[in-house]
């Protein structure tokens, strides 16, 4: 049996090079890996900052925020007053988006989803004296033509959440705030989550809207978003 060897000479700093290469590619490879599955987590997701001049990724939660820019095209984006914002941990309560104009003014979303899938959609309202009037208003929200609930606040710091499953029969989701007289509308986060039918049966009528929510088994009271 004949037994040929070969030996190969690489030269020390070529190994360095390589090496170092090889530690680069595998950086980039982790990169876009973690920023392909950020962008699956986020899939069916749209979150928008009402109000906010520029969009941004939640240090809590890794949540892309956009601006309200490309979903409606009325009212006016304003700051909380300073006394209320010192006390504000999420970045999307700090402005709001105004709309003192108009009766009825409108987000259009439109989710990769489309029609006949179950969203939930969340709006929050954290009025913090953001027009220096200390008059916290009352506004009717609806979903196209129909009514979803009343926004209520009982305090200027008071904070409201609204939520509801609901099945559109369109490609398109009208969020509506309604001017009933008692003050002027205006909203600080809208989000928009898409629902698998495992959850709930997308032949069942109607849409649903929350009452109370509790995660059993938790060892935190971190929000799930």
């Known amino acids: 049996m004949c037994n040929l060897c070969l030996h190969i000479h690489i030269p020390a700093k070529a190994l360095f090079i390589t090496g170092t290469m090889a530690m680069l590619f595998l950086g980039f490879v982790c990169l876009a890996l973690n920023m392909l599955l950020n962008v699956r987590a986020q899939e ?12 941004y990724k939640d240090n809590t939660t890794n ?53 006949d899938n179950n969203y939930l959609i ?13 008059q916290y208003p009352e506004f009717k929200l609806y979903l196209g033509v129909e009514e979803w609930d009343t926004v209520k606040l009982h305090n200027l710091s008071d904070m409201v959440w609204k939520e509801i499953i609901y099945l559109p029969k369109t490609d ?33 009528s109607g849409s ?16 799930v978003r």
């Open 208 to 223: 649903l809207v929350f009452f109370h929510r509790l995660n059993f088994g938790s060892a935190t009271d971190d929000k």
């Open 44 to 55: 069916g997701f749209i979150s928008i900052d009402c109000g906010a001049n520029k969009g």
């Open 172 to 204: 398109d989701i009208y969020v509506c705030l309604v001017n009933t007289g008692s003050g002027i509308p205006f909203i600080s986060v809208l989000e928009l989550r898409a629902l698998g039918i495992s959850i709930y049966n997308k032949t069942q």
């Open 122 to 134: 969340r709006a929050a309202f954290w009025y913090g004296n953001y027009d220096a009037m200390d």
């Open 63 to 115: 949540i892309f925020y956009n601006t309200d820019a490309n979903f409606i095209d009325t009212g006016e984006n304003r700051n909380i007053s300073l006394n209320f914002s010192s006390d504000i941990f999420q970045e999307q309560l700090k402005n709001v988006r105004s709309f003192p104009e108009g009766v009825k003014n409108c987000y259009t979303l439109q989710p990769e989803q489309g029609k």
